[in-house]
């Protein structure tokens, strides 16, 4: 957008260098926005849909966001549960159990007794966020300066780089995610090194399954990663902290790949690589605008001296967080904290991973037809980047011969299929992200027969 007008009022001159830099990009809301105007088969949007009969029992054929069914169950809560404010760093109860969910998640069994003793005691209580968006942002703002920079792959959530270079006017340091398919560890490494170079701290973002990519590492990849990273920051000598977006945490494809975060083997590491866990009810619970997340820090036991240091260590750092809280949004929707609560406590954990199974393999199976149509097209414009979870999938275009914007504008004008055209050739980045998660499986073949068609008059 222009703010021609605006401009020209005492408003603009008056805003701080933030109300100046800021601004809503146009990027996905533009081509969204046109799909669902002109397009016949929409993959823009990033939540997961589907026939309620595909994924609820007795369901019937509306065309619905993916729920849980155990949701239906609260429609209505007492006075005392919704009304009152809830604490700054949210309910109580709600941060429990949701600790208790992070430890289920981490998959450990009880013979892991060493692993999983670490585990609980070592993190902190999750703080509960605006949604996952809103940990990212307090983590951010917790570690970056200004001049400080961040290490983020180049193929990235978009929202990021409005956070980390609009809001808080620091650097993103990117680096080429992928070599010869696999993810390219080398070049992060590359990056922490240079980073060391000119600061005290190196701050890493990472998010598996990845969005745009729907890339997950392979169990061993994820095991090269974390060697690599302990042994940078054992190199470096300097602190290491690995925010980790696990926005789309449950949703694994593939029977190879890390089907857990990233965040527990990096918590094991005995030096200072310091995973922070940003997680939440978006996506894990289905419940888009429930707007609910957590940020989790893991803590290393070299930091403490006991565990009444241990006990003051997290009390010093919620305290912290929920300074952010109190400062920016003050505190977090009731309602949807005592329904996480509910759900879990009530439900039970395995109730709901039941519940959810539905829209798993409903993803799974989108998932595996989307790849297998997409491997049918014969065209060397194109490349497809591995893919093993989440929600999407990125269709890579040779820029000498499509600009990814043209193509997104054609295939919409011409076939009426809607995606996201990422254009960003400062940092190689040329293609389309297909959101399959709102495309049903009987349209996928289609899609892609469309997608074809437009590659072809190139
Ligand atoms: C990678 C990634 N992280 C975080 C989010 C935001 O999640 P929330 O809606 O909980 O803020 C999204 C949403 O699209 C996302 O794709």
Redesign the pocket.
């Known amino acids: 957008m222009k703010f021609d007008i605006i401009q020209k009022t005492p408003l603009y001159n008056n805003f701080s260098e933030i109300g100046k830099k800021i601004y809503l990009p146009d990027g996905i809301f533009f081509w969204a926005g046109r799909a669902k105007k002109e397009g016949e088969i929409v993959g823009t949007l ?1 939540a997961a849909y589907g026939f309620e009969k595909d994924f609820i029992d007795g369901g019937d054929s509306d065309w619905l966001p993916c729920y849980l069914k155990e949701i239906t169950d609260y429609s209505q809560f007492s006075i005392e549960e919704m009304i009152p404010y809830k604490s700054i760093g949210g309910l109580l109860q709600t941060r429990e159990i949701w600790k208790d969910w992070i430890i289920k998640k981490s998959l450990y069994e009880e013979k892991d007794e060493v692993l999983l003793s670490r585990l609980k005691k070592f993190i902190t209580t999750p703080i509960i966020t605006g ?4 940990g ?1 942002f307090q983590a951010c703002v917790m570690f970056l300066d200004p001049s400080d920079s961040i290490i983020v792959p180049n193929k990235r ?1 978009g929202n990021y780089d409005n956070i980390i270079k609009k809001f808080i006017g620091a650097k993103i340091r990117s680096f080429e995610f992928f070599k010869q398919k696999e993810m390219n560890i080398e070049g992060l490494k590359t990056a922490i090194k240079d980073i060391a170079k000119i600061q005290d701290k190196v701050v890493i973002l990472l ?1 598996f399954p990845n ?1 745009p990519t729907g890339y997950v590492p392979e169990k061993e990849e994820a095991s090269n990663l974390v060697e690599m990273l302990k042994e940078v920051q054992e190199f470096i000598k300097k602190p290491i902290i690995v925010l980790v ?1 696990d ?1 789309y945490e449950p949703y694994i494809y593939k029977e190879n790949v890390l089907n857990k975060s990233l965040f527990y083997d990096l918590h094991q590491l005995d030096g200072n690589v310091i995973p922070i866990k940003l997680d ?1 009810i ?1 996506k894990e619970l289905l419940i ?1 605008g429930g707007r609910i ?1 957590f940020i989790t820090i893991g803590l290393k036991p070299s930091w403490i001296e006991n565990d009444e240091e241990l006990q003051k260590l997290k009390e010093e750092i919620h305290n912290k967080l929920e300074g952010f809280i109190r400062a920016t949004i003050s505190n977090c929707n009731s309602y949807y904290q005592v329904l996480v609560h509910k759900l879990f406590q009530e439900k039970g954990m395995d109730q709901i991973i039941k519940s959810r199974e539905p829209v798993n393999n409903l993803l799974k199976h989108r998932y595996e037809n989307i790849n297998s149509e997409l491997l049918k097209i014969n065209n060397p414009i194109i490349s497809i980047d591995p893919n093993s979870g989440g929600f999407f999938v990125f269709v890579n275009l040779n820029p000498d011969k499509i600009k990814a914007t043209e193509f997104a504008d054609h295939l919409l004008n011409k076939y009426k299929v809607g995606i996201i055209p990422v254009e960003k050739l400062d940092e190689n980045i040329n293609g389309v992200r297909i959101a399959y998660c709102s495309i049903d499986l009987s349209k996928i073949p289609e899609l892609v027969k469309r997608i074809n068609l437009a590659l072809n008059d190139f």
């Open positions: 990033g949604g996952v968006t809103n990212i959530w998010n969005n977006d926005a939440g978006t888009y997340g």
